[in-house]
């Protein structure tokens, strides 16, 4: 069954930089999620979309934004970035909102140098 | 106080033991309990999920929920090496759609 597809995979990047990752759901789930996750953290909400729509926003920094497109995948564009935004990056999608089920992408291991 | 709380571990156990994962939620209005596991690097794989009062199997796996007592646990029977990884708890409160997870526990699995 297709899953969560997430890209890049890893990426590094320098301070400063910017960076940009990308988030596909399962065909036919309306609903994204971000997380971040430090080392031996667990998983923080970042920010959620629900057809297309910004739902839901938890611990983004003003220096990230996202959005999801008419094809229901979404990107994470994060500016500015700082040595602890190094993390692993998870997308996970859900059908429709709350009482349902999130699946999770392999997820984005950003390193900032 | 964290909304979801579990205890970080390691909880060792040996092969063919039951495993037993525990799980306490401050929201009472909580309506949705997810169990995920971790292994090192990777991203979280659900595998459980429960909705109301009681236990819920599937496989090796057990979910219980208390909502009376606001805790759900997560029970592994025959445990293997395999399961060694880190168990995630996760809650959706009342009035939110987001997935709120617990610092996780560890588990090893030790022939």
């Known amino acids: 069954a297709a899953g969560v597809i997430q890209s890049p995979r890893h990426l590094i990047k320098e301070k400063r930089e910017t960076a940009t990752l990308k988030c596909y759901p399962i065909?036919?789930?309306?609903?994204v999620y971000w997380y971040q996750q430090g080392p031996g953290q667990d998983p923080q909400f970042l920010i959620s979309?629900?057809?297309?729509?910004?739902?839901d926003k938890g611990s983004i920094p003003d220096r990230f934004s996202a959005q999801q497109f008419s094809d229901y995948h979404s990107e994470l564009n994060m500016s500015s970035l700082e040595l602890g935004d190094s993390a692993l990056y998870f997308c996970a999608s859900s059908l429709g909102q709350g009482h349902t089920e999130a699946f999770f992408g392999q997820g984005t291991r950003l390193t900032v140098v | 106080q964290k909304e979801v709380e579990q205890n970080s571990g390691p909880l060792s156990v040996p092969e063919g033991a039951i495993a037993s994962l525990n799980c306490t939620y401050s929201?009472?209005?909580?309506?949705?309990f997810f169990w995920y596991r971790q292994y090192s690097g990777k991203s979280p794989e659900l595998i459980m999920f429960i909705y109301s009062n009681g236990d819920k199997e599937d496989g090796r796996f057990t979910a219980q929920l208390n909502k009376a007592s606001q805790y759900v646990s997560l029970l592994i029977r025959d445990s293997q090496p395999s399961d060694s990884a880190t168990y995630l708890c996760a809650v959706i409160a009342g009035g939110s759609y987001i997935p709120t997870f617990g610092r996780g526990t560890s588990l090893i699995v030790h022939p």
């Open positions: 979309f629900y057809e297309k729509m910004q739902s």
């Open positions: 065909p036919r789930h309306d609903t």
């Open positions: 929201d009472r209005g909580s309506q949705s």
